[in-house]
């Protein structure tokens, strides 16, 4: 754990006026169409869906491919940063411009370290609370403020480890594209962070020195750059002070990292990136999330293949921080949380050292050629629409993403961090059910309205921004 000075005393910290947001939801329509329904058999009558069958339609034609794909991460191209010494990195020194901090690199089988200034931290208190008279001390017998203002929705997780929640994940966020086969949500960026959806994934393609959201190839479904996608999300964290995200990119042309900065800078996201003061940063090392919004840094970005620390210390290496369950199985067999990535990983190691990425997402094969009208022979994995329901669902029945996260409990002794799911707005029995799960994992009620409902995210407006009372409680000092 990272050493921490205490000091104690009252200051004006920064809170606002909450007003319901405005996002609207999107929605699929015609043609050709693949039904998303519940089939929950085998549950008791407490527990019956409520789920209407819904239709997720699209404009391709599906040719569907019954020979499931093999599995992919076998090639030299899939490198993984060694745990035990086998792998060392030149030392260096960079700094990536714009950045006021610099990174010093070491071998990669040890933690690298960060010197910084000392950090003033508030706590959050809430709009509730009057100014207190007097200098809190070691002595004082006045009761310390008790915090009302939620992070990421609820009270508890403020003086909570990052690395100790659990969050559903958006797989492929941005990819949702009106009656588009290769789309993976329904619901925009906007909808899915009103939510609740604490994790944004997706896959990236460099294409004419510009990285843009494609699932596979560009030609098949092009969600746009990813720049514009960031902006988004530095818009909604502008007006979400209290929100703490997560980026895990997917770097499916293993470009160059630094390809990446451009977008980072110019959407603006750069001034929230968190630069842990050590690398990497195991799971009982996370600041919690009062922390990380006290002190600014309120999205965490990791990438999955080809980060690189020295040269782009904010873009984090995804399988030396965390573990992933198999990828997009084909097979609706979840009975067990088996890690796939990073391979050959000690096992203990991996349960108390390292977070974990639940992949909860059904995929069917389907030709490429007949979904793009060309003669191409290659296929492509879609999601399984037709057994989406079930997929997300928040029952005890095998196959649901209820009875999966209990397994893994019961597998690693503590609950998943996040929960990687397709169409995250259908479930069993209803309409959040994914995070319902992710809520009783956390102890937690999930307690918005879902999905893609306006009033479902409280908005804040920072020309509203009032004075409220805050306590500081530590002075950070994070020494190599």
Not at 259 to 285: C, D, F, H, K, W
Not at 348 to 361: D, E, G, I, K, P
Not at 459 to 474: D, E, G, W
Request: aromatic share 8%.
């Amino acid at each position: 754990m990272l050493p921490h000075t205490l000091l104690v005393f009252c200051l004006t910290a920064i809170a606002a006026r909450a007003q319901s947001s405005t996002e609207s939801s999107s929605a699929a329509a015609s043609d050709s169409s693949l039904a998303a329904s519940s089939s929950s058999s085998g549950s008791s009558s407490s527990n019956d869906s409520t789920q209407t069958e819904s239709v997720l339609t699209f404009s391709q034609t599906l040719v569907t491919i019954s020979t499931p794909l093999p599995e992919s991460f076998t090639g030299t191209q899939y490198t993984y940063a060694s745990f035990n010494g086998q792998t060392t990195r030149n030392t260096s020194t960079a700094t990536v411009e714009s950045q006021n901090e610099t990174s010093s690199a070491s071998s990669t089988n040890t933690q690298i370290t960060r010197t910084s200034t000392s950090e003033s931290l508030t706590a959050i208190v809430g709009g509730g609370q009057t100014s207190s008279t007097g200098t809190a001390s070691s002595t004082s017998t006045a009761p310390p403020p008790v915090n009302t203002q939620p992070c990421n929705g609820h009270v508890e997780f403020c003086n909570r480890s990052y690395g100790n929640i659990t969050q559903v994940c958006a797989h492929n966020s941005a990819f949702a594209v009106k009656n588009n086969a290769g789309s993976n949500q329904q619901l925009g960026i906007e909808d899915q962070l009103n939510d609740g959806i604490g994790m944004l994934q997706g896959e990236t393609h460099y294409v004419n020195n510009t990285i843009y959201n494609c699932h596979t190839s560009c030609d098949l479904l092009n969600a746009g750059t990813w720049q514009s996608e960031l902006e988004t999300v530095v818009s909604w964290l502008d007006r979400h002070p209290y929100e703490v995200l997560t980026m895990l990119i997917v770097n499916s042309d293993f470009t160059d990292v630094e390809n990446y900065i451009p977008a980072i800078q110019n959407s603006g996201i750069e001034r929230y990136l968190y630069i842990p003061p050590v690398t990497p940063m195991y799971r009982e090392q996370w600041p919690t999330l009062g922390e990380l919004i006290l002190q600014g840094k309120r999205m965490i970005m990791f990438m999955d293949y080809d980060a690189d620390v020295a040269r782009v210390p904010y873009i984090l290496d995804e399988f030396t921080h965390m573990t992933e369950t198999a990828f997009s199985p084909q097979v609706a067999d979840f009975r067990n949380c088996s890690i796939q990535r990073p391979p050959n990983l000690n096992q203990t190691f991996a349960r108390t050292s390292l977070m974990n990425l639940v992949n909860q997402n059904l995929n069917t094969a389907v030709d490429l050629g007949a979904l793009l009208g060309t003669d191409s022979t290659d296929a492509i994995l879609i999601p399984n629409t037709a057994d989406i329901n079930t997929t997300n669902g928040r029952l005890d029945i095998e196959g649901q993403l209820g009875n999966r996260a209990d397994l893994c409990v019961e597998e690693w002794d503590r609950a998943p961090n996040w929960l990687l799911v397709d169409y995250y707005n259908f479930g069993d029995p209803g309409p959040g059910s994914v995070f319902e799960v992710a809520a009783r994992m956390n102890g937690v009620t999930y307690n918005r309205k879902c999905c893609g409902v306006a009033s479902a995210g409280t908005t804040y407006r920072p020309s509203y921004f009032a004075a409220v009372v805050a306590l500081v409680i530590a002075a950070v000092s994070i020494m190599g």
